[in-house]
């Protein structure tokens, strides 16, 4: 395989400046400056390049998981979790790369105008170097991406299943939506961290936003419910719309003794009653 020639590294180093104008110039119109301020976007194309002629003078070659690239591979990784972060997608950061190669391209061609078969080599080990890099980008952007979008589904989570305290010794937890095995574990971490702070003898689970209810449903609650008595507190389901209530006779699902309410009302009035106390308009 063909190498690099110093003439094309001494290009590349003397040219900086004319290059980064025209890389510039180039991210621009494409698009892939997006959101980024000019002072970031310079710092960072500059800083490429320089860990680019210093990668080259090591004589690396293309094979980037070697100790002369770690830098540069440290950098792209940290660019790609900025882009990432940014909203950009995968072809917007991997263009930081790419946008390069015309500049470069351009530059090769002056050099080796009088060498044709040297300047269609270099162009050739110059694209693959790049390809490589670039691929190394978008594989780097598409794990932070992937970490920024568990990290949202977590805090939707979170966000989904609010405890709220109704009254002293009385915590309610309104479901919205399917409920599944994450997020019944996230239900039970929640609910069962904030029995323990307030010190609640019942928690209300509400499920009037909860569209359906399965088999699968079922048994979430009833682990849940399980875990809320084994800390000590009863535990009382709410929402139990006509639809639901003939879905579970439907398919014989048996809650297991669970007292059940037909809305939050009526399950706060009995929670009430069960620590002895007693709502009533003022006169």
Known sequence: MAALQSGTIDAIKKNQAQLLTQWTGSLEASGATRNLKDQDLKQQTSEFLQLLVGGLN????????????????LFLEKLSRSRALLGHDSSQTANFIFSLKGPLFVLLQNHYQDSPALLAEQVWEISELLDTLGMHTIRTFQKSREEVIKRQQEELLELSTPVVKLWDGVLALPMIGTLDSQRTQ?????????????????AIIDITGVPTVDTLV??????????????????????????????????????????????LADALKLALTRLGMTVSKAD
């Open 186 to 202: 996230v239900v039970m971490e929640s609910l069962l961290q904030r029995i323990v702070d307030t010190g609640s003898e019942i």
């Open 218 to 263: 079922a048994q979430h609650l009833l682990k849940t419910v399980t875990a809320i008595r084994l800390m000590g507190a009863d535990c009382i389901i709410s929402g139990v719309r006509p639809q639901i209530a003939q879905t579970i006779v439907h398919l014989g699902l048996d809650l297991q003794g669970v007292v059940t309410k037909a809305n």
């Open 58 to 73: 090591d004589g690396n070659g293309l094979n980037l998981a070697a100790a002369g690239w770690d830098d540069i591979r």
